[in-house]
């Protein structure tokens, strides 16, 4: 069993930064993958950005450049921060693993990950 619990989340203005945290515990394996996903009032929920176990990484291309997805596994945290927010990325942050081994993937895809976090809330606002 793996248990994920997100932190970080805020109300901002626009242009700020942060920094969501996920903290994982339980059997944490190396050849886990790991994601950060999210979801907006009334949309579905999407990738945004996902960790193969060899270290690669997917970026989501509407957040490139402004969301950077890290790993510390000695704390078996995954953080995920995030620069020049807008209103855009007001949603539900959730942090997700697949405990099982895979492939190297390049999308992000929910199906593919079997824990999830509770989710941290991000709200954009003046």
């Known amino acids: 069993q793996v248990q994920l619990v997100e932190s970080g989340g805020d109300d901002v203005p626009p242009g700020t930064s942060l920094t969501l945290s996920c903290v994982a515990s339980?059997?944490?394996?190396?050849?886990?993958?790991w994601g950060w996903f999210r979801q907006a009032p009334g949309k579905e929920r999407e990738g945004v950005s996902c960790?193969?176990?060899?270290?690669?990484?997917h970026y989501r291309d509407s957040v490139m450049g402004r969301f950077t997805i890290s790993r510390d596994s000695g704390r078996n945290t995954v953080t995920l921060t995030i620069t020049n927010l807008g209103p855009e990325d007001t949603a539900v942050y959730y942090c997700?693993?697949?405990?099982?081994?895979?492939?190297?993937?390049?999308?992000?895809?929910?199906?593919?990950?079997?824990?999830w976090g509770q989710g941290t809330q991000v709200t954009v606002s003046t």
């Open positions: 997700a693993t697949d405990s099982r081994l895979a492939p190297r993937r390049r999308v992000c895809r929910q199906d593919d990950y079997d824990y």
């Open positions: 960790m193969n176990a060899d270290g690669s990484i």
């Open positions: 339980g059997h944490i394996l190396d050849y886990f993958s």
